[in-house]
């Protein structure tokens, strides 16, 4: 087998995996890893031992070490404790909450570190908060996923960034003038997010949101204490390194220093901290990782990976250069960018597999298409795609949704919700919104 039909096996297997799981109530990461054991050897002839290696070692580690670090804080109640003193604080503004979580995350991911620090980060206490003030937790995955994306492509954050060096390496008629395409691809991104976010806050009643009818919160544990500020350092010396060294480029230590502090490793480094001050029974913490999800999301990372090797992703991007007329190459690169991003990364697969092909594209119509536009039509419609709980975003969201009723209900909700997001992106395509920037 090989091919278009090949690629159709591939696409299939996908569809399939996520279909049985759905319905058999199983993990759908074992089907996934099943059929890329399969596809992998029998017909694309991959050793055993190259097949395990797709598995995602740097996003499993992320999640284990991320959710064991906050474990700590959620065995002794610091998450709760954090939630309930934000809700009382509130009390008199509650409508306020749901818009503070949406700042806070544009913030905390724009000053450099960029989404992934809020999507790894923040699903905690974001989930947390919204149990604790009845906020609709799809609320808060839209207040991370918008707030996160907005603050992230930022020409500072780490996605800004990112996207300024791809657009650089795309085509050397685009080297010169890079910045100012990002910019233009970031003022696209915060119309999307910003109109989505107030889109969700008012369709799933944000403003209805109410504190709890508890009175003021009792007072913090000594374990308590010491977990805020366990919590608050490790945020600093991931967060401030990045930002000086954004502002002193040339320093070749603030280069080192910040490249050296990993959220993952330094969150390791808070589970040595919190077992040796006893802050939380460790057994107890390593209950909070999400076993479940991280299956999940790796064997789909694998059979993505397959596919990658079989070049079927690559198929797919080539065909929207080639068959996709010019007027309705936006909604061709939206649909597909989405597509390849509802399972797998936006940063490490979509934008560097999609970037390359886009000046070729606007090369070929002639100029018609508009380059910004499609650069940022990659990144918003796999953003999109990105809160399906196959993805990044989507997962750990799950991941701090601690009641189990809550969570499945959650995933139910993820797995239509970028559906229904591309949609909206099409019809923002239409009215010509995005034309702006």
Partial sequence: MEGAALDIFIILS???????????????GYFAITFAYLIGAFILK???KAIIGLWPVDFFFTLFAITLFYGFALSNGTLDAMARRVVYWSRNISWFIPIALFLSCIFLAGIGPGALLIFVFMPPIIMMVCKQSNVNPLL???CMWSGGNLGGWFII????????????????AYAGAAGDMAMGVFIKMAIVMTITFFIAYFLLKGYKATPSSEGAPTPLTREQIVNMWLIGIILIFTIVPAVLFRIYPDSGFLKFFSAS???????????VASILLKLANEKEAMKFVPWNLIILLCGVAMLIGVAVKAGTIKAL????????????MPYGVSVISAAMSYCSSTLGVVMPTLYPIIPGIVEATGGAVDAVLLFALV?????FAGLSPFSSVGALSLSGVQDEKERNKLFTQLLFIPFIGVAFLLVLIFIGLLNIG
Wanted: glycine share 10%; net charge positive.
């Fill in 14 to 28: 996908v569809v399939v995996s996520i279909a049985l799981g759905y319905f058999l109530k199983m993990n759908i």
């Fill in 140 to 142: 808060g995955a839209i």
């Fill in 261 to 271: 502090m990993n959220l993952p490793l330094l969150s390791i480094i808070g589970v």
């Fill in 379 to 383: 990144c918003i419609a796999s953003t």
């Fill in 46 to 48: 991959m050793s055993p």
């Fill in 317 to 328: 991007a080539s065909l929207v250069g080639t068959t996709i007329p010019a007027a309705l």
């Fill in 157 to 172: 954050g780490l996605n800004g960034v990112i996207t300024k060096e791809l657009i650089a390496k795309s085509s050397s």
